[in-house]
């Protein structure tokens, strides 16, 4: 299945939705994913849907999970990535955090911030988790996992590298577009081509099998350190061909379009704007 968030527009909110084709509809009584969700049931309660029916052409989406309990991120986790900025293979995952304050849904526009002048790129695969657990065993793993989307980790560089500690540089307001869909676990399996481009020119491009730490070790290892909850959100890492790694530098400017795309789960189109 495919689950998205609709906008409603004129002030109703939003409406969990099953894409059908060309057709989402309606998931009565959920306001978003998240909310559908923490209902066990979930996705029974999606497959029997047959609520009011909205044209995919055109639909206003928010981010898949408007507002997840935890965003956790995941640094240096493909190999050509960790090359192209000098560091070491990890022996164990750089984990940091963002906030839903970050997200924005994915054809939104990506506001630029007054303060940086080195925002880039980094297209990521995100697993949204179904199921709570606490020190989950990599084996159960998959158990815990609803599905998967795209996400696009903006980082204000100049901020990021400011200290040893990322989360300046990593959850600036409105900056992380994430979507369109939540597509269920057994339809989509780690390995398709990720891509990122700008204004056309595809800048990152690599298989999402090709990470260091897998999806369902990522579930093992953060809900040692701490609970993981229905909706809560693993953004698994970037490749390599982030623009901070280019020479010269690149970074993204007004007017720009920067699309990212997961085969089999969807695309971001994000136009860039400085922000008002």
Known sequence: MRL??????????????????????GIDGFSDVGALLQDPAWAAIAEAAN????????????????????IICVGHNYRNHIKEMGRDIPEYPTLFATYQESLIGPNDDL????????????????????????????????????GYSVLNDISMRDYQFRT???????????????????????????GPLMTSAVDGEIQQSTPTGDLVFTPEFLVSYISTIITLNPGD???????GGVGHAQDPKRYLQEGQLLVTTIEGLGQLNNRVVKEA
Not at 164 to 189: H, I, N, R, Y
């Open 4 to 25: 998205l968030t609709l906008r409603t527009g004129a002030g109703k909110g939003t409406v969990a939705v099953r894409q059908d084709g060309d057709t989402l509809t």
């Open 51 to 70: 609520g009011t029916t909205h044209a995919y052409d055109g639909a206003d989406l928010a981010a898949v999970v408007p507002s997840p309990g935890k």
């Open 111 to 146: 506001a630029l911030p007054q303060e940086s002048d080195s925002v880039d790129w980094e297209a990521e695969l995100a697993v949204v988790i179904g199921k709570k657990g606490r020190r989950i065993s990599e084996a159960d793993a998959a158990d815990h996992i609803a």
């Open 164 to 190: 040893v500690q990322w989360l300046q540089g990593k959850t600036w307001e409105k900056s992380t577009p994430f979507g369109p869909a939540l597509v269920t676990k057994d339809e989509f399996k780690a």
């Open 233 to 239: 959100v693993i953004a698994t890492g970037t490749p």
